[in-house]
Structures are given as C-alpha cells and as structure tokens.
C-alpha cells in the first residue's frame, strides 16, 4: 500500500483545512487508517483513526469536536477535516494505514504516507 497525502497550506487561527491521502492498492479499503502529526522539535502524535470496514473513529483527546477523520473507499481515499485551528496544531500531518486494532492512541500501522505541512498562524 501506498499513500499520498495533501492538502496542507498555510491558514490564520480559527480556520479550516481538509486534508487528503490517496491510497494505491484494492485492499486499501478493508485496512484501519489514520492520521498522525510531528510539530518541530517534538515526537510525532496520534490524531485520529477510522476502522477499515465499520468506519469507527476514534480522536486523540486534542483533536477532538474540531477534527473529523473520513474515508470514501471507492475512491481509496481518507479525510482530515480540520476545524478551529490553532497555532499548536502547526505540525506536519502523515496518513497512515495497518491491521492492527486502530481504536487506541497507541496504534501502530504497517504503512506510511509522506507528511504534509500545515501551518497555523495567529
């Protein structure tokens, strides 16, 4: 499996940004998929997962009532909706993607997209 991200930009505080990763592979749609972020200077984070098959999400306690994790498996192709941002969600953002149980903040997928910049300015 191969994953491409995009979508991240530069935005004020308080604004919105969505975004994408694209994934190679007819499987894509049956794997747990998520998203993680590394500000500078700092160890990369969990953000958000989504079950492969039942669409259970699941938000790490930062995120959570401003970011919205998708997916369109037609499409191959996972969601970050990104509400309400804030200056410390400034972090590169990677899509990923495994087997193993994704409703923890401790998941550990087999797959990794390159990252994609976001930056929040206030």
């Known amino acids: 499996v191969q994953l491409q991200a995009s979508g991240g930009g530069l935005v004020q505080a308080g604004g919105s940004l969505t975004l994408s990763c694209e994934a190679s592979?007819?499987?894509?749609?049956?794997?747990?998929k998520g998203w993680f972020r590394q500000a500078p200077g700092k160890e990369r984070e969990f953000v958000a997962t989504?079950?492969?098959?039942?669409?259970?999400?699941f938000y790490a306690d930062s995120v959570k009532g401003r970011f919205t994790i998708s997916r369109d498996n037609p499409k191959n192709t996972m969601y970050l909706q990104m509400n309400s941002l804030k200056p410390e969600d400034t972090a590169v953002y990677y899509c990923?993607?495994?087997?193993?149980?994704?409703?923890?903040?401790?998941?550990?997928?087999?797959?990794w997209g390159q990252g994609t910049l976001v930056t929040v300015s206030s």
């Open positions: 990923a993607a495994g087997t193993r149980n994704s409703y923890t903040s401790s998941w550990l997928p087999d797959y």
């Open positions: 592979g007819r499987t894509f749609s049956t794997y747990n």
């Open positions: 989504i079950s492969g098959l039942a669409g259970i999400t």
